[in-house]
């Protein structure tokens, strides 16, 4: 339910009728100036004539998704989250890019490099990669961090990276601007309410067979927490189509756009899982709306440790930046 507040109330009485609805057993988020968001302890059998009898109170109005703060209901315009001066979720392109493991600083400088150059936001790379075999390598760690936060810093790129649980938080956040949550932990329920409690924006991965609803009410988890940034990732989810790795559902995006006012990313990488795939399917991406792409590249994509056959060299990352900032201006201008 959310309780819009008469003009002339201030920011006393807001307060005031913040701990009324407190005490009346509800949680209460606060919208704006003039408007609150009543996210738990709805009994459908209140009545709104409750509230509006409450005193500033002009209207009330019914949220009838499950999810709350992450709702078109409760804000309208789109979320855009700016991160050490460049924005997402705004009307600019954003692209991070970046191999899907760190392996050594050359490697990641290159990265660095190559991404400037062609005008991406972002430099994105695991530190932490636990493998189905426990003999395969497992990231570098610490170590991985620091160089992707040096690289980022000297190429002026934003930094992504994945925790992989609640104990890997408070040293990625401590490296790393944006804390990426896997396909696979996107129902971990205390990893995201953790994730609350940070001020890094959290670059939320759908889970492989999580409904749009399922990824809305995982957002809702951090931004009930307390952080209110999270960027939403389609990445393939599973169907009965053995020839690509995934199936990347590109509905996710004008879907997503009706139900949430949060910022939406695509990985064509893992998507798809072929290189081939990567640059077509990046480029549906951006004609359907999405606010931009993460994508593996690596200076050798053969010679990636991990996910080399979905890693596209930088010639080809070269042109599908081209072809991504020339579909995006039609969009800006048709849109
Ligand atoms: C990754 O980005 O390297 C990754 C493991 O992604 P996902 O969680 O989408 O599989
Ligand atoms: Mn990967």
């Known amino acids: 339910m959310i309780i819009e507040m008469t003009p002339m109330s201030s920011e006393i009485d807001q307060s005031d009728l913040i701990r009324r609805l407190q005490e009346m057993g509800f949680q209460v988020a606060r919208l704006d100036s003039r408007k609150l968001a009543l996210v738990k302890g709805i009994d459908p059998l209140v009545r709104a004539d409750l509230f509006t ?6 209207r009330v109005l019914p949220l009838k998704e499950k999810f709350k703060l992450a709702s078109k209901a409760v804000r309208n315009e789109p979320t855009v989250i700016e991160i050490r001066g460049k924005k997402i979720g705004g009307r600019e392109l954003f692209v ?3 191999p899907c493991s760190i392996e050594s600083k050359e490697q990641i400088e290159e990265c660095a490099k190559i991404a400037s150059e062609v005008g991406a936001q972002g430099l994105r790379g695991g530190a932490f990669k ?6 395969e390598f497992q990231g570098m760690g610490e170590e991985g961090l620091k160089i992707l936060r040096d690289a980022g810093q000297k190429y ?6 994945e925790v992989m649980d609640a104990s890997q938080i408070e040293i990625a956040a401590k490296y790393v601007d944006v804390l990426q949550i896997g396909a696979r ?14 001020q890094n924006p959290i670059l939320l991965k759908r889970g492989f067979a999580a409904t749009y609803q399922d990824l809305l009410l995982s957002a809702e988890y951090i931004i009930s927490a307390g952080n209110p940034n999270v960027i ?23 879907a997503l756009r009706e139900l949430t006012h949060l910022p939406i990313l695509v990985d064509p990488s893992h998507g798809t899982g072929q290189r081939a795939m990567v640059a077509p399917m990046a480029r549906a991406s951006i004609a359907a709306g999405a606010d931009g792409v993460i994508v593996e590249i690596h200076p050798e994509p053969d010679k990636a440790l991990t996910d080399a056959q979905q890693t596209i060299g930088f010639e080809s990352f070269a042109k599908m930046m081209r072809e991504l900032k020339m579909i995006h201006q039609v969009l800006k201008e048709i849109c």
């Open 53 to 58: 009898a409450l005193p500033h109170v002009q």
């Open 96 to 98: 991070i890019a970046g």
């Open 130 to 135: 636990p493998r189905t075999s426990p003999y």
């Open 156 to 161: 002026d790129l934003i930094t992504v990276s």
């Open 185 to 198: 932990n996107m129902q971990n329920f205390s990893l995201l309410k953790e994730l609350g409690k940070v």
């Open 232 to 254: 939403l990732c389609e990445r393939g989810i599973r169907t009965f189509e053995t020839y690509t790795r995934n199936t990347l559902d590109l509905n996710a995006v004008p």
